[in-house]
């Protein structure tokens, strides 16, 4: 089975400064793994995914993940926050082969101070 | 590409009604899956469909929930006997299978449901 696990259920970052949210993810068989953006009453935007290529992922609206298998990370990060990033995230995984039915983590809901 | 398009966008209902959600995934996407969010938690995946065959359900779905995608195409979810933990919001998606694109899914706005 697997699963993915959001440390910080709540982050804030001063506009302009760096955004870093964590997941940490644990699976049998090499992951896939995504980020998703939530904004209220809406459903769920992909930002980027990690499908065995490039270690590195770049994604929508200037974010960036990158997959780290010693440490089973794949966390989200971007230079510079702005105001219209906050939201909440969701860190997903589903199996590499077949079933592709997605895990979540449980969320961080980031704010941007002005 | 309209995106994906659920109905109704909120539902009350008292206990004990029967309630049915539609999902209209992209046209051309043949796998449509349900999730259910509650407050402060992420999606949880309840089932999946390819094309119209129902390739696996959640031990999340209780014999009062029932999903159906007759023609392939639309899909519905219905909760019979409605609890009030039955209250959350109800998410479709759809993607492709063949590609590395099809490890994609899109998520349509959600059907949040009210058990009063």
């Known amino acids: 089975a697997q699963s993915v696990t959001q440390l910080g259920s709540h982050v804030s970052v001063s506009e302009g400064a760096l955004v870093l949210l964590r997941c940490n993810y644990s699976?049998?068989?090499?992951?896939?793994l995504f980020w998703y953006v939530q904004y209220p009453n809406q459903g769920l935007q992909l930002l980027l995914k990690?499908?065995?290529?490039?270690?590195l992922v770049k994604g929508i609206n200037g974010f960036e993940a990158e997959f780290k298998k010693s440490e089973t990370s794949f966390h989200l990060t971007k230079p510079s926050a702005h105001m219209s990033d906050a939201a909440e995230y969701f860190c997903?995984?589903?199996?590499?082969?077949?079933?592709?039915?997605?895990?979540f983590g449980t969320g961080t809901r980031l704010t941007i101070i002005p | 590409d309209t995106g994906v398009s659920q109905n109704p966008r909120h539902k009350i209902t008292k206990r004990g009604q029967n309630v049915t959600f539609r999902c209209d995934p992209i046209?051309?996407?043949?796998?449509l899956y349900w999730y259910r969010q509650t407050l402060g938690q992420g999606p949880e995946f309840l089932t999946y469909f390819q094309n119209e065959a129902q390739l696996e359900k959640s031990r999340l779905l209780s014999d009062r929930f029932s999903a159906e995608r007759p023609k392939g195409s639309f899909s519905t979810l219905e909760i019979q006997r409605t609890e009030q933990g039955d209250s959350a919001m109800y998410l479709c998606a759809s993607s492709t299978r063949g590609t590395e694109s099809s490890y994609e899914q899109y998520f349509g706005p959600g059907t949040r449901l009210t058990v009063t």
């Open positions: 046209s051309e996407h043949n796998r």
């Open positions: 990690y499908t065995s290529a490039a270690t």
């Open positions: 997903a995984v589903s199996l590499l082969f077949g079933n592709e039915k997605l895990t």
């Open positions: 699976s049998s068989v090499p992951p896939y």
